[in-house]
C-alpha cells in the first residue's frame, strides 16, 4: 500500500468547508482547528497556514527557532486579496513559503521535499537569511548568533570573502529584541580614509569645506539598533581610536566640536583577512582588536560543509526566479552532487551566482540538469593558485542521493503472485505526482516531463484519482 505524504493545516479557527476530505485522495491530512497556531509536526511534508491578515502572528515569530524547514503554503481563500511581495517576504522569514487559493484541488508538492534523515533546519539558520544549518561547523556559528542575539556584546565575524558574514550580522539583528530598530551597514574599504570618520561618527555645520549642516553619522543613525562595520581590518588609525572610544565610552564625539552624543548600539564587525597579523605588523591597535573580540564568530568556507549545498542552492534557485520574473524552476536530483564536488573558492556568493546564471540561461527549461552547469567544470579544469582543485569525486551523504531512476527498475515477482494492473497504476501515479512536483504543480510542463500529451496527462491524473474530474479541464 501507497503511504500518503502528510500535509498538516492550520486554520486559524476557519471553517474548512470539508475541503480535508476532497485533499484525502493526495494527502494525508490532519488538522489543527484553534485561533492560534501551533508547532506542525516535525514529519509533515507540507503546512498548510490559513493567511490571516498582512503579518504572521506573533506566535509563529516567537517560534522562529523551532520551526523547521518545512514547505509552508499560505492558504486563501477564493476572493481574498494576493499577499503583496512585502508581506510574502516576512512570511518567508519562517522558511519555505508559497501562497495559494485553497479549493477542492489538493495543493501539489511544490517545494523542496525534507529528507526524514537530514537535520531539521530552524528558520534562523535557514531561508530567513540565506543560511543552512546542517553541518556541525555551522551549528556552531548559529549557535554563537544565538547567544550574542540575546546580548549587546560586540561580535567579531572572521572568514573568507563571501562566506555569508553580513548576512549572519544580520541574523544576529533580527535574532534580537532590538529587531525592530535600526540595521546600519558600512562597508569601511569602500569609503575613502578621508571620509569615513565624518561618515561614521558625523559632523557639525562648519567642521571643514562643505558641511553645510550637522550630520548625526552611522553610529548615531543606529542608535538603539544594531552597527556592521565590515572589512574593519582596513580602517585607518585615527578612525580606530574614535571607534575604541565609542565601544569604551559608548559615546560618539562628532566632527568640529560639539558635546559627546550617547549611543546605544550593538556592534558587530567582520574581516576576511587575520586581525591579529595586523596587530603584530602595527596597522591595527591592540587594544581595539579585544575589544572587537568579544564574541568571535568564525564562518567555514562552503566547501567544508557540502551538505548544505543542496539547500543553498534551492533557495537560490527560488528567489533570483522570483526577482528575474520567471517561473519557479526546480534541480534535477543529478545536480546535487555536481555541485557539492566543486571547490567554491568564492564561497556561498559564487554558489549564488552560479545558480543565477543557470537560471537566467536555461530559457523556458521548468528543469536544471547537469548540462546548465557544465561552466563550473570547465572554469575550474585549472584551479588557480591558493584555491583548492575540483574534487573528483565528492561522497554525497545518502540524505542528497538521487532516487533511483524508474526507467529501469527491477521488481521481483512474489511466490504468491501480485496484481499487475495496481502496480502499474502505483508507477503511473508515483512518476506523475513526481512530475507535478518538479515543476510546482503546472500540468502541461509535468505532461512535457513525462512525454505525454496535456490532455492524456488529465485523463490519467482523473483515472488515478489525482484530482476531482469537474475540475480537470479546468485546471493549468
Known amino acids: 500500500m501507497t503511504t500518503l505524504p502528510r500535509l498538516h493545516w492550520s486554520t486559524l479557527g476557519d471553517d474548512t468547508g470539508g475541503l480535508e476530505h476532497r485533499w484525502a485522495s493526495l494527502w494525508d491530512v490532519t488538522v489543527d482547528r484553534s ?66 487559493i485553497l479549493g477542492p484541488e489538493p495543493p501539489m508538492p511544490g517545494l523542496r521535499p525534507r529528507s526524514g534523515t537530514t537535520t531539521q533546519l530552524s528558520a534562523s539558520q535557514a531561508l530567513a537569511f540565506g543560511l543552512v544549518g546542517a553541518s556541525p561547523a555551522m551549528q556552531e556559528v548559529l549557535a554563537r548568533a544565538r547567544a550574542a542575539a540575546a546580548t549587546r556584546a560586540t561580535v567579531l565575524l572572521l572568514g573568507e570573502s563571501g562566506t ?108 576576511n583577512v587575520d586581525l591579529w597579523k595586523k596587530v603584530q605588523d602595527g596597522s591595527f591597535r591592540e587594544d581595539l582588536f579585544y575589544r572587537l573580540e568579544v564574541v568571535p564568530i568564525t564562518l567555514p568556507p562552503l566547501r567544508a560543509r557540502r551538505e548544505e549545498i543542496p539547500f543553498l542552492a534551492q533557495h537560490f534557485l527560488n528567489r533570483k526566479a522570483r526577482e528575474h520574473g520567471l517561473y519557479p524552476k526546480a534541480l534535477h536530483p543529478s545536480v546535487d552532487p555536481v555541485l557539492m564536488a566543486q571547490p567554491w573558492p568564492g564561497n556561498v556568493r559564487q554558489l549564488e551566482n552560479a545558480i543565477e546564471r543557470a537560471i537566467v540561461l536555461s530559457s523556458t527549461r521548468p528543469v536544471l540538469t547537469r548540462e546548465d552547469f557544465a561552466f563550473l567544470a570547465e572554469r575550474m579544469e585549472e584551479a588557480p593558485a591558493g584555491h583548492p582543485a575540483p574534487v573528483a569525486a565528492a561522497p554525497v551523504p545518502s540524505a542528497f542521493e538521487p532516487p533511483p531512476s524508474t526507467a529501469g527498475f ?19 501515479k508515483t512518476l506523475m505526482l513526481q512530475s507535478l512536483a518538479i515543476t510546482r504543480g503546472n500540468k502541461k510542463r509535468a505532461a512535457d516531463l513525462l512525454g505525454l500529451k496535456r490532455t492524456t496527462f488529465l485523463e490519467k491524473m482523473k483515472r488515478l484519482d489525482l484530482e476531482d474530474g469537474e475540475n480537470v479541464e479546468a485546471t493549468e
Open 164 to 271: 555569508g558574514k553580513e548576512v549572519i550580522a544580520r541574523a544576529i539583528h533580527r535574532m534580537s529584541a532590538e529587531a525592530a530598530q535600526p540595521f546600519v551597514a558600512v562597508h569601511c574599504g569602500a569609503i575613502p580614509e578621508n571620509l569615513l570618520e565624518s561618515e561614521l561618527f558625523g559632523y557639525n555645520k562648519g567642521a571643514f569645506t562643505d558641511a553645510r549642516k550637522d550630520t548625526p553619522g552611522k553610529f548615531r543613525e543606529a542608535h538603539g539598533g544594531t552597527i556592521f562595520l565590515d572589512e574593519v581590518g582596513t580602517m585607518p588609525l585615527g578612525a580606530q581610536v574614535r571607534l575604541l572610544r565609542v565601544l569604551q565610552e559608548r559615546e560618539v564625539q562628532p566632527l568640529g566640536g560639539g558635546a559627546p552624543v550617547k549611543v546605544e548600539v550593538r556592534v558587530v564587525t567582520a574581516s
Open 35 to 100: 485561533a492560534s497556531p501551533a508547532l506542525a509536526p516535525r514529519d509533515v511534508d507540507l503546512w498548510v497556514i490559513r493567511a490571516k491578515g498582512a503579518w504572521p502572528p506573533p506566535e509563529l515569530n516567537r517560534m522562529m527557532a523551532e520551526v523547521g524547514a518545512l514547505p509552508i503554503l499560505l492558504g486563501l481563500k477564493p476572493g481574498d486579496a494576493p499577499l503583496d511581495p512585502k508581506a510574502l517576504a516576512e512570511w518567508g522569514s519562517l522558511g519555505s513559503v508559497r501562497w495559494g
Open 410 to 428: 527491477s521488481l521481483d515477482l512474489p511466490a504468491e503472485g501480485l496484481d499487475l494492473n495496481q502496480v502499474v497504476s502505483d508507477m503511473e
